[in-house]
């Protein structure tokens, strides 16, 4: 389905004077209000395509109906949701689930849509009906070099498929490492790993960046062979310049600082992507802001300071992504609530004093850091986020349209709602 810009206008209209009056006040309270709207229009977050189905626990999934039954329904929600908020211009693949067997009809389709390919995502944490080896005891790390070469050899599909739809990254994310002390040598397993990473990163392209995602635990929970920053960061490092560290928010141990990982990797140029959720547990996946907003606003906080210190471009210069998942909640409506906290917490990192807060570092005035950081976190920057919309010429409130649209009974209706996306 697609969404009729005069859909959107008509519910701009019924709110656009209450929201100009809110606008006007953020407008007097900020100082650069024109710079940030241009910082906000330009940042894009991809949408990742296993998120557009309900997804499940390992009890039970409870499909929620409309689900998209294909690559093209996939992208024509991703159209919707950026039809709406005008911030979620890019989708990341994940192979096998979602092979382009017609690339060009699925790239004009995208573009149609516009979006933009972000990373691809292989996948050697399952096993496909037809494949050969298993990957049971690992993929890049196995003791059997089949099953490693079988890995590479599907990583470097991967890349292939993103080269005809005009993706620039690969992510690869392994499950590998093991469940019992004594299951695997880590000096050995770390190795294997480190050599078929190197044979696909031999075969990216030119312009392409590989990153290297860490998780701390499952599906092993013994260990993890690419475990935490640390041990990414080294992969990445030994790979060379095109390789770099993703950081998940769901996969460290409880209470890590990720904002201070964020600014070392930063620091050594080998943050590459980001891939956005929340949690209360573990790798939760749930929705971006949902728990822990001021952590989130920590993070974004480093993330800004960072990169305009190594005068990078916050839209292109890292891969933004969200990996989530959804169990109660319809998975646009989610993504659309996702998409909104990270605008909101972007433009709060956007408006801390800079040079107030270096001084107060320079004096060991803590309470004085503290009040900069607070005063940018609790400050209403929605009106600011709305106006970015509106001007790229999305809807004032993007979740509204979507419940007053009825677009979810219409996807039902267009498509059945026993529909049950690929994806886990
Ligand atoms: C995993 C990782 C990773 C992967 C995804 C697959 O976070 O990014 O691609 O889930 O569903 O937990
Ligand atoms: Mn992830
Ligand atoms: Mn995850």
């Given at each position: 389905?697609?969404l009729e810009?005069?859909?959107?206008e008509k519910h701009?209209?019924?709110s ?5 009056r809110r606008f006007s ?11 940030i709207?241009?910082?906000?229009i ?6 990742p395509s ?5 997804g ?5 999934r ?8 294909s690559?093209e329904e996939?992208?024509e ?5 950026h039809?709406?908020?005008r911030s979620?211009?890019a989708?990341?693949l994940?192979?096998p ?7 060009s009809?699925i790239k ?8 933009r390919?972000?990373?691809m995502n292989?996948?050697?944490f399952?096993d496909?009906?037809?494949q050969?080896?298993s990957?049971k ?12 070469k079988?890995?590479i050899?599907?990583?470097?599909e991967?890349i292939k498929?993103?080269i005809?739809?005009g993706s620039?990254s690969?992510t690869?994310w392994?499950?590998d490492g093991?469940?019992f002390?004594g299951?695997?040598?880590f000096?050995?397993a ?10 696909v990163y031999a075969a990216?392209?030119?312009?392409w960046?590989?990153?290297v995602e860490?998780k701390?635990?499952?599906?092993n929970?013994y260990?993890?062979t690419?475990g ?6 080294l992969?990445a490092?030994?790979l060379?310049p095109k390789?770099?560290?993703?950081v998940d928010l769901g996969?460290?141990?409880?209470n890590?600082?990720?904002?201070q ?5 930063l620091m ?5 992507g980001?891939?956005f959720?929340d ?11 949902s728990i822990?907003p001021?952590q989130?606003?920590?993070?974004f906080n480093?993330?800004?300071e960072g990169m305009d ?12 992504m ?9 998975p646009l ?6 998409v909104e906290?990270?605008?909101i917490?972007?433009?709060q990192?956007?408006?801390v004093?800079?040079?107030k807060?270096?001084?107060a ?5 803590v ?5 900069i ?8 920057v929605?009106?600011?986020v709305?106006?970015a919309r509106l001007r790229s010429?999305g ?6 349209v ?8 219409q996807?039902?209706?267009?498509r059945?709602a026993k529909?049950?996306?690929t994806?886990?």
């Amino acid at each position: 389905m697609f969404l009729e810009k005069y859909s959107i206008e008509k519910h701009n209209e019924v709110s656009l004077k209450d929201h100009q009056r809110r606008f006007s006040f953020i407008s007097s309270e900020v100082s650069n209000t024109e710079n940030i709207l241009k910082k906000l229009i330009d940042f894009q977050v991809a949408i990742p395509s296993w998120a557009l189905g309900t997804g499940g626990t390992r009890f039970a999934r409870f499909a929620g109906g409309g689900e998209p039954r294909s690559l093209e329904e996939k992208i024509e929600d991703i159209g919707l949701l950026h039809a709406l908020n005008r911030s979620s211009g890019a989708i990341s693949l994940h192979i096998p689930w979602d092979i382009p067997s017609n690339a060009s009809h699925i790239k004009a389709l995208a573009a149609q849509n516009g979006l933009r390919f972000d990373a691809m995502n292989s996948n050697t944490f399952q096993d496909q009906p037809d494949q050969e080896l298993s990957y049971k005891f690992g993929s890049m790390q196995h003791v059997n070099k089949e099953v490693r070469k079988q890995a590479i050899d599907h990583n470097i599909e991967v890349i292939k498929y993103g080269i005809e739809l005009g993706s620039e990254s690969l992510t690869v994310w392994l499950s590998d490492g093991s469940c019992f002390p004594g299951q695997l040598n880590f000096r050995k397993a770390f190795q294997n790993t480190l050599e078929s990473l190197q044979e696909v990163y031999a075969a990216l392209p030119e312009s392409w960046k590989m990153f290297v995602e860490y998780k701390a635990f499952e599906p092993n929970f013994y260990s993890t062979t690419v475990g935490d920053w640390g041990q990414s960061l080294l992969y990445a490092t030994k790979l060379g310049p095109k390789a770099y560290t993703l950081v998940d928010l769901g996969h460290h141990l409880p209470n890590a600082n990720i904002e201070q990982i964020v600014a070392l990797l930063l620091m050594e140029q080998k943050l590459g992507g980001f891939h956005f959720n929340d949690s209360k547990y573990g790798d939760d996946d749930l929705t971006v802001g949902s728990i822990k907003p001021y952590q989130l606003f920590l993070i974004f906080n480093e993330l800004v300071e960072g990169m305009d210190a190594r005068g990078m471009n916050h839209a292109t210069d890292l891969g933004w992504m969200i990996d989530a998942s959804h169990n109660v909640k319809d998975p646009l409506e989610d993504l659309l609530q996702s998409v909104e906290a990270i605008m909101i917490t972007y433009a709060q990192a956007l408006l801390v004093d800079r040079k107030k807060l270096v001084a107060a570092q320079q004096e060991n005035d803590v309470v004085t850091a503290q009040e900069i950081l607070q005063q940018a976190f609790r400050t209403d920057v929605r009106a600011l986020v709305a106006e970015a919309r509106l001007r790229s010429g999305g809807a004032l409130h993007p979740l509204a349209v979507f419940r007053g649209e009825k677009i979810r009974e219409q996807l039902i209706k267009a498509r059945g709602a026993k529909t049950v996306a690929t994806g886990l």
